[in-house]
């Protein structure tokens, strides 16, 4: 969403340049056709001076020029009316697509926020987990190390009764232990 509000926002953008070199262009357009009319204006007193028995074709003539310079004039200025609030409306979408652009920034960034949070907090669970498996662990490993202790005095107690009957036993026999 985020590359289509870049790619609306680019697109906005061109258009409003497309609708300023349009503009530009119906402007000199405008300014081209006064320059024609004044020169045709110039070209039909020529023609009078000259066709005097013209001279009612002429005022025909000059009378439907005139009409359609006043025509175009008109269309031209309902065309950069119509251009004018198309910019107007262009640049609220633009403005609305900035907005909107700007609350997708946010919006990631509270995201990132937030899953980085999640992340910190499942980071010290872990780390309070190890911490306490490894306090079981050394607990469990401690117990079994004092039973193997335990065990060992016995196993060395009973070795040491059995070997003090062995040595009376040799000695009933009438035999020296220490020469075994």
Do not use: C
């Amino acid at each position: 969403t985020q590359l289509e509000l870049e790619d609306k926002y680019k697109r906005t953008k061109d258009e409003i340049a497309a609708l300023k070199d349009h503009l530009a262009m119906r402007r000199e357009l405008t300014r081209r056709s006064k320059s024609a009319s004044s020169e045709m204006s110039k070209r039909v007193e020529e023609t009078e001076k000259e066709l005097q028995e013209h001279k009612e074709d002429q005022k025909a003539i000059n009378a439907d020029m005139t009409r359609q310079y006043k025509t175009m004039q008109t269309e031209m200025g309902l065309r950069i009316h119509q251009l004018e609030l198309e910019l107007r409306r262009t640049q609220k979408e633009l403005s609305s697509t900035q907005a909107e652009l700007k609350k997708s920034y946010e919006d990631r960034n509270s995201m990132i926020e937030e899953r980085d949070t999640e992340i910190t907090d499942l980071k010290m669970k872990i780390s309070m987990m190890e911490q306490a498996y490894e306090s079981v662990i050394r607990e469990a490993l401690d117990n079994l190390v004092r039973k193997l202790d335990d065990s060992k005095d016995k196993w060395e107690s009973r070795s040491s009764l059995i070997q003090v009957r062995n040595k009376q036993t040799l000695l009933d026999f009438g035999l020296n232990p220490l020469d075994m």
